[in-house]
């Protein structure tokens, strides 16, 4: 079967770093996809890793490891307003993106 | 301008009820998805359209219809609505499916609860 694995839920402090990780199992890969999803809203689009790597967009990174079928984003200087569910999402071998149950994570001052 | 638009926002219906929810995008996308969350928040594809063609039918029950009139609508109607259906349906848009599908611009939401 296909899983995709993530913490629940996180803690963080307001201006500290945190790091949520995602493991993959899936039929193929083409690529892999973090969301951020505020309570009560639609998911938005954050980060796209098809190579190995870090790829870095501001405050927001993203790294992969398809050979370890792992996956982590990275938030730094944590603001209030990134208190929301992290999504990991990846697209097999049929092109279907598979979603991860999304990490809550949690701002505290 | 809203990207990708549905209604209603809200839905409460009476169990054994048909209903149907609307989706709009004006991103000119060729690929649009129906998307169920439910209460553990499981994003769970129900069925992909790309130009008007069904491409991807999850195994949900034959209730459940989707009907798209052009490639910019895709609509859902649910026939005799049960207690199970409750949740959040989504609405969302991508280029073509095979290039980017997970680059994907979603709808609101749809909060149906069923009585």
């Known amino acids: 079967g296909q899983n995709i694995d993530q913490p629940t839920e996180m803690t963080a402090t307001e201006g500290a770093i945190v790091q949520i990780n995602c493991t993959y199992q899936t039929s193929g890969f083409n690529g892999l996809f973090w969301y951020q999803q505020h309570a009560g809203e639609a998911p938005t689009f954050l980060s796209y890793?098809?190579l190995d790597g870090l790829e870095e967009k501001g405050r927001f990174s993203s790294f992969l490891s398809r050979s370890k079928g792992y996956s982590y984003l990275l938030l730094k200087e944590l603001q209030m307003k990134d208190s929301a569910s992290y999504l990991c999402?990846?697209?097999?071998?049929?092109?279907?993106?598979?979603w991860g149950a999304g990490t809550k994570l949690i701002i505290k001052p | 301008d809203t990207a990708v638009s549905q209604t209603p926002k809200y839905l409460v219906t009476q169990m054994g009820n048909d209903k149907s929810i609307k989706c709009e995008q004006n991103?000119?996308?060729?690929?649009m998805y129906w998307y169920k969350q439910d209460s553990k928040k499981f994003l769970k594809i129900m069925f992909s359209y790309n130009n008007k063609e069904l491409i991807i039918n999850e195994t949900v029950p034959n209730r459940f219809s989707p009907k798209s009139p052009d490639k910019a609508h895709l609509n859902l109607h649910i026939n005799s609505l049960e207690l199970g259906d409750s949740a959040v349906y989504f609405c969302?848009?991508?280029?073509?499916?095979?290039?980017?599908?997970?680059?994907?611009?979603f709808g609101p939401g749809t909060r149906l609860l069923v009585l």
């Open positions: 969302a848009s991508s280029q073509d499916w095979r290039e980017a599908p997970g680059t994907q611009y």
């Open positions: 890793n098809v």
């Open positions: 999402a990846v697209i097999d071998s049929n092109y279907q993106l598979i």
């Open positions: 991103l000119g996308h060729d690929t």
